[in-house]
């Protein structure tokens, strides 16, 4: 949330276009608060490749998508056509599962989007460390074995905030 006050805003501009590479903490959007304009961060690694909000859009509800981030760029694709076909509010109630995403999507109209997270969620680990590059950076500074990390990122990336934790979590498990 961008303010604790706020259960509507305003998408004033679109600092990233469908396509754009952009790493964790990079600007996507300006957002109006009720008390100011924000910048509205990436979380993680990825690819904008979706926008659904045009710049300009005022009054949005909080949680309402404005745009669809993937982490690979082949998945840019997927979405070049895609047009939601209903409005969908994402609260913490819906964050249970897949399912409760995409309400009563039957498994035969699954959008593109839904393909793609189940199968990023579903596909077997190569055992290759997903992190994003400035989680490594931290983690090789402070000599943190990430392969040891659990990581809460998309698709259990490990991000910034998992290292931040990890030299806590690590002393508290040798003593």
Same mark, same amino acid.
């Given at each position: 949330? +961008?303010?604790?006050?706020?259960? =509507?805003? &305003?998408? *004033?501009?679109?600092?990233? %276009? ?11 959007? &300006? $957002?109006?608060? /009720? ?8 979380? /993680? ?10 710049? #300009?859009?005022? /009054? $949005? /509800?909080?949680?309402?998508? @404005? ?19 209903? %409005? ?9 599962? @897949?399912?409760?995403?995409?309400? !009563? ?8 989007? *839904?393909? @793609? ?5 579903? %596909?077997?680990?190569? #055992?290759? *460390?997903? $992190?994003?590059? %400035?989680?490594?950076? +931290?983690?090789?500074?402070?000599? $943190? !074995? ?6 809460? #990122?998309?698709? #259990? ?6 290292? +931040?934790?990890?030299? =806590?979590?690590?002393?508290? =498990?040798?003593?």
């Amino acid at each position: 949330m +961008l303010s604790p006050t706020m259960d =509507k805003g &305003n998408l *004033v501009e679109w600092k990233a %276009k469908v396509g754009d590479h952009l790493l964790e903490g990079d600007i996507l959007a &300006n $957002i109006e608060t /009720d008390k100011a304009i924000v910048p509205y961060e990436t979380v /993680d690694e990825g690819y904008l490749a979706k926008i659904l909000i045009k710049e #300009g859009t005022n /009054d $949005i /509800d909080l949680g309402t998508p @404005i745009g669809i981030f993937v982490p690979e760029k082949e998945d840019i694709a997927a979405f070049k056509d895609y047009v939601p076909e209903k %409005k969908v509010k994402i609260t913490s109630e819906s964050l249970g599962g @897949i399912e409760d995403l995409f309400g !009563d999507i039957k498994p035969e109209e699954k959008s593109p989007l *839904v393909e @793609i997270v189940e199968e990023k969620l579903t %596909k077997p680990s190569t #055992g290759r *460390v997903f $992190i994003s590059p %400035k989680a490594r950076k +931290l983690a090789e500074k402070n000599a $943190i !074995d990430v392969a040891k990390l659990k990581g809460t #990122g998309p698709g #259990g990336r490990i991000i910034f905030q998992d290292v +931040l934790k990890a030299p =806590k979590e690590m002393e508290e =498990k040798v003593v």
